[in-house]
């Protein structure tokens, strides 16, 4: 057992479409959360084999791409000042604040460092005692556990010129957030699996509950994938709305106890702004007020920061992400900000920084489905409006 | 989405007083946190995001699962496909 | 920095600045990395230059000074031509050791040698300490071509095949294996070698091979795209035929990289007409670096343009250019 190949079988995938096809007597729209499964499903193409009558909702699962402007600035601040060394996850150099992203800001001198894990961006804290080592603490409650150990560290090994500016999200706030937009389409969730590994099953409970909506915890290799759909069709066509494993080889219903202790320590729960969503009340986690000497934001003054970040002001709240997706085949699949989250589909940050995130018209698809078209050129606008369209599922409405 | 991807637990250590190991993952090695996987021994698979271990793969569970695909088959082929088989795992 | 990266934003550097910017003096130039000159002879030389940065010098089966020397050998190879001569221009950053400099040069005579060419003449500057990363060096050869070759990415036509000359993504991933922040242990080991020598085995069994690119940054996906673009074909191929190394597919697995995106130094794809496609892939398994050569697609008629990967499931995916340096993700 390897936990790979054994759940990419396309023999058994083939069974599962056709369980899925079976089972949906009628049109349902399910939304998988989570960008990673997102991913997995334009990789692997799923959403062309699956049925019509099940729509899948591409929900707004990517902490990087809901980060918010305001925060990505304080970053860019942040990282340019001479004496700071900015760490940060791969994906947050490309992510654009309001005028430039952490890799202009590389490209200009500062010292901004990808890192693999934040315990890294302790340990060069520890061997640069003359510079400000600062992470970027972004995440899910699946990253959470692994930033709270970094600053928890740092405290351990007293290191003073080690500060994470922290911009944690959390699910649950967002799945509720969605279920009382009055123009929410979901149906069904799948709830994100490596989220539920750290944090469980049990929160979804009342979710699922008071919103009568099944929510089904769910892997990302494409059997975890079907089988989590399959699962979600099953309940919606029988009436239930419960809280279902579909992941349980990684997520035990009591979650990880020992994250969970180390995050209750270092972490406390705050409203937070979520990119192209807007304010969603206690969706997030900052320092918590033990840990304050390690908070960047305390740290490091940098002014008035003049956001203006348009789409979270004037959408009501979850619109984006409430189910605009385009009806018909042809399903739109735009993932956010986040470059690999893309894959070939969205057209809208593929082409790259002379006119990357430009609005693009959607995919078109020629004849048949199973052939993507990207627009061609003459028809990406120049406009810097657009930016704020590529957020979740699908092109919010213009 | 957070990237989580198996590998196998090779060598158990301790740095600066924190449990590590060296992962494999199938051919390429990385140095994890074991800092949350108390129960993970040298040999167990486990899931890793960001360098840390965030739980320990069941193989039970996995096996079990695999076997009620399987099986979602065999009544296909039987003619006693339900669209109300209930899931199994879980 | 994104623009040097290969991706993307390094072709649409050339496209909307360079060329406009050259106008006129650019009239004749070729968005391909070799240009093909005619003398009055009929000898056609082909003419290339690169400049090489990078970091680590030295990583698992080379170092800069082998990636100078190979990197231009072989876009002078993917017109088919074999290489005559190079030239040599190193930027040095003030305090670089000379045993590195003597071990990079050493490399970089015995590639040239491995590739058949002279090192013919070069140049020499010292940068300030802090203005480099111990040495850029730049390498531009030129080359003859063989009578009657005539290889350019816009003459694949829908038909064809497309090959691969062996396992991808093993340099980027042995590079990034040493990247500071993200070091993982790996066997693997940078691909990094001449490729002419493939080249004329492959011309030597079919004379008229139609395309052949060599995918360093950008990766494979990079060069199909290439391709797919500058002939306004569609180029369709299967996932699962990927000669792609359990290793790279582990690393790629977690830094959340794909490996057609993944740098190669010492692999070429090749868009050949189907009736010579089983010659040229005999050919290219008898030598040494193209001894897992495989056929993983086919050109189409359909979506001109556009790459499209077949999935082990059996949907499609179109594959895009990587947007520029690859990065590990966490989502």
Redesign the interface.
């Known amino acids: 057992m390897k936990y790979l190949d054994e759940f990419n079988d396309p023999a058994l995938a083939r069974l599962l479409f056709e369980q899925i096809d079976a089972a949906a007597t009628k049109s349902w729209a399910i939304m998988e959360v989570c960008g990673g499964q997102t991913h997995s499903i334009i990789r692997n193409g799923i959403d062309q084999l699956l049925t019509d009558r099940v729509e899948l909702i591409h929900g707004p699962g990517c902490p990087v791409c809901v980060t918010p402007l305001e925060m990505i600035d304080r970053a860019l601040a942040i990282a340019s000042r001479p004496n700071v060394l900015f760490t940060s996850f791969g994906d947050m150099l490309r992510v654009p604040g309001s005028r430039e992203d952490l890799f202009s800001v590389k490209a200009k001198g500062g010292d901004v460092r990808v890192v693999y894990s934040p315990l890294d961006a302790v340990n060069l804290a520890q061997e640069h005692p003359d510079k400000e080592v600062v992470f970027f603490g972004v995440g899910f409650e699946t990253t959470a556990p692994a930033n709270a150990m970094a600053v928890f560290q740092a405290r351990d090994r007293g290191l003073r010129n080690f500060s994470m500016l922290v911009s944690h999200v959390l699910v649950p706030p967002a799945i509720e957030a969605l279920m009382t937009s009055p123009t929410s389409r979901v149906q069904g969730f799948l709830a994100a699996g490596h989220v539920c590994t750290v944090m469980g099953t049990r929160q979804y409970e009342p979710l699922a509950q008071q919103y009568r909506v099944p929510i089904v915890v769910t892997g990302f290799e494409p059997l975890d994938v079907l089988d989590g759909i399959r699962r979600c069709v099953l309940q919606l066509e029988s009436g239930r709305a419960e809280v279902e494993n579909a992941y349980p080889r990684a997520v035990r219903a009591e979650g990880n106890l020992p994250a969970q202790e180390m995050l209750a320590k270092v972490f406390e729960t705050c409203d937070r702004p979520w990119r192209g969503i807007g304010m969603i009340p206690m969706s997030g986690w900052r320092l918590a007020p033990e840990f304050a000497a390690f908070d960047a934001e305390r740290r490091f003054d940098v002014g008035e920061l003049s956001v203006s970040e348009p789409e979270a002001r004037t959408l009501p709240r979850g619109r984006s992400a409430a189910g605009h997706t385009q009806a018909g085949p042809v399903r739109v699949l735009r993932q956010g900000v986040h470059p690999s989250h893309t894959d070939g589909r969205d057209d809208g940050l593929q082409r790259g920084r002379l006119c990357r995130l430009l609005p693009v018209p959607p995919a078109r698809s020629a004849g048949g489905g199973a052939s993507w078209l990207r627009p061609p050129p003459h028809r990406r606008s120049t406009s810097r409006a657009g930016r704020a369209r590529c957020r979740f599922g699908t092109r919010t409405a213009s | 989405m957070c990237l989580g991807v198996p590998g196998k637990v090779l060598e158990v250590r301790s740095e600066q007083g924190t449990r590590m190991a060296t992962v494999d993952f199938g051919g390429v090695t990385k140095t994890v946190c074991l800092a949350y996987v108390p129960e993970v021994q040298e040999g167990d698979y486990t899931i890793v995001h960001a360098g840390f271990a965030i739980t320990r793969l069941d193989e039970a569970s996995a096996l079990e699962t695999l076997r009620m695909f399987t099986e979602l088959g065999m009544l296909d082929e039987l003619g006693e496909a339900d669209a109300g088989v209930p899931g199994g795992a879980t | ?3 040097g990266g290969g ?3 390094s ?3 050339v496209q ?1 600045l360079f060329l406009p910017s050259f106008g006129e003096a650019a009239r004749t130039a070729t968005p391909t990395d070799a240009h093909v000159l005619t003398l009055g002879n009929g000898v056609r030389l082909a003419f290339s230059t690169d400049t090489y940065v990078v970091r680590p010098l030295f990583f698992p089966g080379g170092n800069i000074g082998e990636l100078a020397v190979y990197g231009t050998v072989n876009d002078l190879a993917m017109s088919g031509a074999q290489p005559l001569a190079l030239s040599t221009g190193f930027v040095l950053e003030e305090g670089l050791e000379m045993d590195v400099l003597g071990r990079i040069a050493a490399a970089m005579g015995a590639a040239a040698l491995k590739a058949g060419l002279q090192l013919v003449t070069g140049d020499t500057k010292v940068v300030e300490h802090g203005h480099g990363d111990g040495v850029y060096i730049n390498t531009a050869g030129i080359g003859v071509l063989p009578a009657g070759a005539d290889i350019r990415p816009d003459r694949a036509r829908p038909g064809d095949v497309v090959i691969v000359s062996g396992e991808i993504g093993l340099h980027g ?1 042995a590079v990034l ?1 040493l ?4 070091e ?5 080991r940078s691909d990094t070698a001449p490729l002419n020598h493939l080249v004329a085995a492959m011309l030597a069994a079919c004379p008229d091979i139609h395309a052949l690119r060599d995918p360093t940054r950008g990766g494979l996906a990079a060069s199909l795209c290439e391709i797919a673009e500058t002939a306004q074909v569609g180029i369709e191929f299967d996932e699962r035929s990927l000669p792609v ?3 790279v ?3 790629c ?4 990289l794909d490996p057609i995106h993944v740098a190669n130094e010492g692999k070429l794809v090749a868009i050949v007409a189907p009736d010579h496609a089983e010659a040229v892939l005999a050919a290219m398994r008898a030598t040494d670096v193209g001894g897992s050569a495989a056929i993983i697609g086919r050109v189409v008629e ?2 001109g ?2 790459v ?1 990967a077949r ?11 990587p ?2 340096e690859q ?5």
């Open positions: 920095m994104g623009h991706g993307q934003l072709a649409e550097l909307h991933i294996s990247r500071e922040g993200l993982f242990g790996t066997e693997l190394p359990e290793a597919r582990a690393a697995g977690f830094l959340g359909e979506n343009g556009v499209v999935t082990g499931l059996g949907s499609t995916r179109i594959v895009d250019r947007l520029g990065l590990p993700r966490i989502c």
